[in-house]
Each structure stands twice: as structure tokens, then as C-alpha cells.
């Protein structure tokens, strides 16, 4: 029982590059979401889905694309990277039954040059 | 959202009983409490959640005055693990998606 897994773990891209971060939960949960954390930041929603097919916007969504085709995977997309991207990237899960009690992945580092 | 006030950073020998105090003045009423836990290179971990008076579980409490305008979190008998940053975050969950927002934590350093 995995949890949340995110891939990769560290990434360097240079601007303009795209790129696709993975996030796979196996909780069988509904809402997934994804937040950045900047150098000693809290973390800030970008983008979440209450389930299959539904996405909607966080408070910084420009620059990223979201899909959720599955329960498990919710892709996150950086379209053109800019240096402003460079930041830790997390993936949450979390059940609707269980309030605001969420699963974090282990981040993914990424760095645009 | 609501937004929280917490101290910036905090710092407590072994052993001792720790209490990080959030503000969050406009707070709703379909709010909860949250508190997380996160160590450095890892994603926050969640610790304990409450709606009014006390919560309890095996690694924390959690105080909520009447008013619910602030609350606080106990660490009993902290040990240098412990050392962290803890954020309160205050948001809903009322059968839709909960937006929550982070705040920058407290950073609890834990001195031998």
C-alpha cells in the first residue's frame, strides 16, 4: 500500500521545456490536488479534483494543466517552464468523509533553468 | 478562506509540554481546525482535527475556545523528532472539495 507516490523526484528543466509531473494514489480516493511550496512558504493550491473528469482551478493555476481520466492518476502539466516554476511540488489525496485530513506525496523538486 | 495567524517560530527543550496558538478571527461556521506536521524534504503530515472544545489523539491535543476565533496545539513531552513546521489551516468540508490555505507555520526547533 503505496499511499501517494509522485515521479519523479527531482527534475531540471530549462524554459520553454514542458513536462508532466505524475501523481498515482491506490487510497481509493475521491479528491486530489496539487500545491507548491516555495523557500519558506506554506504551500499554495494550484489545481484539485473532487473526482473522475472534474477539475477546477486553485489560487495559482497559470502556467499548469490538470486532467483526472482515472480515480488513481492526476497528472500535472507544465506547459512552457519559467524560472518563476522552480518550486517543490506536492500532490494531496483526500476523502470526503474525513474533513480536511489529507495525504501528501513526497514532492516533487523541480528547477527550471 | 480564513486566514491564520501563527507565530513565526518557537523553540522548547526535550521533554517539555509544547502549545502553538493559531489565530483565525473569520472563521465560518461549516470551518474545521486542521493542524500538519512537516519535516524538511517530505510532504506535510496530517496531525489532528477538531470543530470545538478538545480534541485528543495518540501524538497531540488540540484546543478550541467557544468563540473558535483561535486554537491550540499541544505537544506533550516533545522530543528532538519533533522538530518541524506546524501549520493550522482552517476550511470546510461539506460534501464538496475543501479549499484550504497554508500559511508559512511555525517552525518549532527542539534543543537537547
Known amino acids: 500500500n503505496a499511499g501517494v507516490t509522485q515521479t519523479p523526484k527531482f527534475q531540471v528543466l530549462k524554459t520553454g521545456q514542458s513536462m508532466t509531473l505524475q501523481c498515482a494514489q491506490d487510497m481509493n480516493h475521491e479528491y486530489m490536488s496539487w500545491y507548491r511550496q516555495d523557500p519558506g512558504m506554506g504551500l499554495r493550491l494550484i489545481h484539485y479534483s473532487v473526482g473522475a473528469g472534474i477539475t477546477d482551478q486553485g489560487e495559482v493555476p497559470n502556467g499548469y494543466n490538470v486532467s483526472r481520466s482515472t480515480t488513481e492518476d492526476f497528472p500535472l502539466r507544465l506547459l512552457s517552464a519559467a524560472p518563476s516554476q522552480t518550486s517543490v511540488y506536492f500532490c494531496?489525496?483526500?476523502?470526503?468523509?474525513?474533513?480536511?485530513?489529507?495525504?501528501f506525496g513526497q514532492g516533487t523538486r523541480l528547477t527550471v533553468v | 478562506l480564513a486566514k491564520t495567524t501563527q507565530p513565526i517560530s518557537m523553540d522548547s527543550y526535550e521533554g517539555q509540554e509544547v502549545n502553538i496558538t493559531c489565530s483565525h478571527n473569520?472563521?465560518?461556521?461549516?470551518?474545521?481546525i486542521t493542524w500538519y506536521q512537516q519535516f524538511p524534504s517530505q510532504g506535510p503530515r496530517f496531525i489532528i482535527q477538531g470543530y470545538k472544545t478538545k480534541v485528543t489523539n495518540e501524538v497531540a491535543s488540540l484546543f478550541i475556545p467557544a468563540d473558535r476565533k483561535s486554537s491550540t496545539l499541544s505537544l506533550p513531552r516533545v522530543s528532538l523528532s519533533d522538530t518541524a513546521v506546524y501549520y493550522c489551516l482552517v476550511g470546510f468540508n461539506s460534501g464538496g472539495y475543501q479549499k484550504v490555505t497554508f500559511g508559512t507555520g511555525t517552525k518549532l526547533q527542539v534543543i537537547p
Open positions: 494531496a489525496t483526500s476523502d470526503k468523509s474525513r474533513g480536511t485530513e489529507a495525504f
Open positions: 473569520n472563521i465560518a461556521t461549516n470551518d474545521y
